[in-house]
């Protein structure tokens, strides 16, 4: 009644289909010597000794050989969370392949399929974002500032930095990644808390970190690569784009709140709340012999739209 019904390969994985021929081999080997009288000496008793021995062994090399997929280097590289080389790592122990593919809606050639994911992720971003701010500093202006008006605080600047900056990330556009940060002078911390707090004063920002590198990543790994609509973007933004929006988070984040009905996408929540509280209910309903109604919306198509329009 509570626990499922699953086969006994399904807690073994490292089992193959040349695993249960020569399992079968040895029950036929076995039933073959308990007809004969179990015999201790003889043909029939070699060969359920041997058919059981192949077994046995075939068994216990690929128990051997996929725990040694896994070694140390694992652990080694994920404890000072260099996670370049630990996944670098992972596929090759694992010897996953990245999906390629040399066309995309009909169009070839690095170029050209670059130029079609620019229009196509163009035309799901559309105008909803926006134009970029113009400078309000007109040409030439001396513009004076001091940062005694305390916006910003050198803490919380330096604590954006020690626990928001992620090690091991892409840069963006100006090459520029999170350990140029960290590992820089203390003296950078002053300086990067006179910028915010003069960009929060002035309301501006700087158009350039609003340029970042779109890269498409796959959706659907078993569907065809070669589709526009099997991929999604994630943007690459400057780690100076990163750093400002954590700071900023940390200092109105307890004014910025969401519906109750969203889980997704919020911190110490996740969709498996919702799905738990739906399965109760549909279960609830229908142990009373109530009729359940459920639609359920596909928005995997519109998934990159969605996620602008709730930026």
Not at 18 to 30: G, H, I, M, R, T
Not at 60 to 65: E, F, G, I, Q
Not at 165 to 181: F, Q, R, S, Y
Request: hydrophobic share 40%; with cysteine; net charge positive.
């Amino acid at each position: 009644m509570c626990i499922p019904c699953i086969p006994k390969s399904a807690l073994r994985h490292y089992w193959s289909e040349a695993l249960d021929e020569l399992k079968q081999n040895s029950c036929v080997a076995y039933d073959v010597w308990h007809t004969a009288g179990k015999p201790r000496s003889g043909d029939v008793y070699n060969m359920k000794k041997d058919a059981h021995y192949k077994y046995k062994l075939a068994v216990r090399d690929a128990a051997v050989a996929f725990d040694s997929q896994f070694s140390d280097d694992l652990l080694d590289h994920y404890l000072p969370k260099d996670m370049n080389s630990f996944w670098k790592s992972w596929r090759c122990k694992r010897n996953s392949k990245s999906l390629l593919t040399s066309h995309v809606e009909g169009t070839t050639g690095d170029g050209p399929i670059a130029n079609k994911f620019a229009e196509y992720f163009e035309a799901c971003a559309g105008d909803v974002t926006g134009k970029l701010s113009q400078n309000v500093f007109g040409e030439g202006e001396n513009v004076q500032y001091s940062c005694s008006s305390g916006f910003l605080s050198v803490d919380a600047v330096d604590d954006a930095i020690r626990l928001c900056m992620k090690l091991g990330k892409a840069p963006g556009v100006d090459n520029v990644t999170a350990e140029h940060i960290i590992y820089a002078h203390p003296a950078i911390v002053i300086h990067l808390t006179k910028l915010f707090s003069a960009m929060i004063a002035h309301g501006y920002v700087p158009n350039n970190f609003g340029t970042s590198i779109i890269v498409p990543l796959v959706k659907d790994r078993c569907g065809d690569v070669s589709k526009l609509a099997n991929y999604r973007a994630i943007s690459l933004s400057p780690v100076f784009a990163k750093l400002f929006e954590a700071c900023l988070s940390g200092k109105f984040g307890v004014y910025l709140q969401s519906r109750d009905l969203q889980f997704g996408f919020k911190k110490h929540s996740s969709c498996s709340s919702a799905v738990y509280v739906a399965q109760q209910v549909i279960q609830y309903c229908a142990k009373r012999g109530s009729t359940v109604y459920l639609a359920a919306l596909d928005a995997s198509k519109a998934f990159d739209r969605l996620i602008i329009l709730s930026l």
